[in-house]
């Protein structure tokens, strides 16, 4: 079993993983219209990231010139061998967002926790849900994180 410590978005390395892993869209409407049918506009709010049923890190997105900024709170996420999240709580404090970027209906956000910069890529499944993915080169392979947007 791999553990790790999250400071959520910017912290997704051995004891820093942010919990979030993204797939892409699954639900129905996804299917059949793809995450480009949502505007960029439909990411800002506030998301809870979810572990069997239950929150454990809140994003919090929030619209300029034409970006994202925000924060992710910190969280401790811990994994099987093959990916499959076993454990996931918040932890103490958060990490802000310095960056983002949206591709082809994805946003790529980049989360900040002392000298770590972690990717996530986040794709809507509704207007109301998404699915989190961490992202970006030597990204630890991880499910993707079921997140529920809460205002």
């Known amino acids: 079993m791999s553990q790790y410590k999250l400071s959520l978005p910017p ?15 699954t639900t129905a409407l996804a299917q059949q ?23 454990f890190v809140t994003m919090i997105l929030e619209p300029k010139d034409g970006g994202f900024t925000g924060s992710i709170s910190n969280a401790n996420l811990h994994t099987d061998d ?15 967002i310095v960056k983002s ?17 972690n990717e996530w890529a986040v794709t809507l499944t509704s207007p109301a ?12 392979k991880i499910e993707p994180i079921h997140a529920e947007k809460v205002q």
Do not use: C, Y
């Open 129 to 140: 849900t998404a699915e989190i993915r961490v992202a970006g080169d030597g990204a630890p």
């Open 101 to 117: 970027s949206m591709e082809n209906g994805v946003l790529r956000i980049f989360s900040k926790d002392g000298d770590d910069e």
């Open 82 to 96: 093959q990916g499959r999240i076993t454990d996931a709580s918040a932890g103490s404090g958060d990490s802000p």
């Open 11 to 25: 912290t997704l390395l051995l004891i820093l993983l942010a919990a979030a892993v993204f797939s892409p869209a």
């Open 33 to 55: 219209s793809g995450p480009a049918a949502f505007s960029a506009k439909a990411f800002a709010g506030t998301w809870h990231w979810m572990f069997q049923g239950k929150p």
